[in-house]
T-cell receptor, first 114, second 110 residues
Framework: ETGVTQTPRHLVMGMTNKKSLKCEQH?????MYWYKQSAKKPLELMFV???????ENNSVPSRFSPECPNSSHLFLHLHTLQPEDSALYLC?????????????FGPGTRLTVT | QKEVEQNSGPLSVPEGAIASLNCTYS??????FFWYRQYSGKSPELIMS????GDKEDGRFTAQLNKASQYVSLLIRDSQPSDSATYLC??????????FGKGTKLSVKP
């Protein structure tokens, strides 16, 4: 266990559904991240939150909406997704969001859009 | 576009041998470098970080960094079947994220 938890671990949703992914870190870190991992592609950064402020939105479609109520919790709200959004969604945290700090990943949510 | 390149493999080594994994990166200004291990169906697990030129050893793992050549490597000594996984090279990005390579799949044969 890395100290980063994610729920749910698996999610199947239709294209018209609304769902949310949750991430919680117990490491006392100040930065949290959402990454997407698709087959045959490198991990792709989606969002960065540093001290609860969003510091990066990596050209992610608006059907993905992040929320960071405090430094320990991160959500990813999903609505009207497409089948190509099926992937492993990974949350990570680090001491600060400068890219020079070690990032620790949660177990991920395997999302299938039908 | 900042890139991290890895040979996708698979790299196959016999049990007890040294496995050598290599990575090159495009951003000459990069300062931080990481190796992650990812078992099939699992999330990436940090195994090494390195920030200065030279070698860094941790148990059976040695990370090597050469900033002039923009090259970072991971050596695994006395490879075990349990080391069979995909190894991801990551470089600290200016956006606060990590830029990942596609990973090298390692297979250690008993």
């Amino acid at each position: 266990e890395t100290g980063v938890t994610q729920t749910p671990r698996h999610l199947v949703m239709g294209m018209t559904n609304k769902k949310s992914l949750k991430c919680e870190q117990h490491l006392g870190h100040n930065a949290m991240y959402w990454y997407k991992q698709s087959a045959k592609k490198p991990l792709e950064l989606m969002f960065v939150y540093n001290f609860k402020e969003q510091t990066e939105n990596n050209s992610v479609p608006s059907r993905f909406s992040p929320e960071c109520p405090n430094s320990s919790h991160l959500f990813l709200h999903l609505h009207t997704l497409q089948p190509e959004d099926s992937a492993l969604y990974l949350c990570a945290s680090s001491e600060q969001g400068t890219g020079n700090y070690e990032q620790y990943f949660g177990p991920g949510t395997r999302l299938t859009v039908t | 576009q900042k890139e991290v390149e890895q040979n996708s493999g698979p790299l196959s080594v016999p049990e007890g041998a040294i496995a050598s994994l290599n990575c090159t990166y495009s951003d000459r200004g990069s300062q931080s470098f990481f190796w992650y291990r990812q078992y099939s169906g699992k999330s990436p697990e940090l195994i090494m970080s390195i920030y200065s030129n030279g070698d860094k050893e941790d148990g059976r793992f040695t990370a090597q960094l050469n900033k002039a050549s923009q090259y970072v490597s991971l050596l695994i000594r006395d490879s075990q079947p349990s080391d069979s996984a995909t190894y991801l090279c990551a470089v600290g990005g200016s956006q606060g994220n990590l830029i990942f390579g596609k990973g090298t799949k390692l297979s250690v044969k008993p």
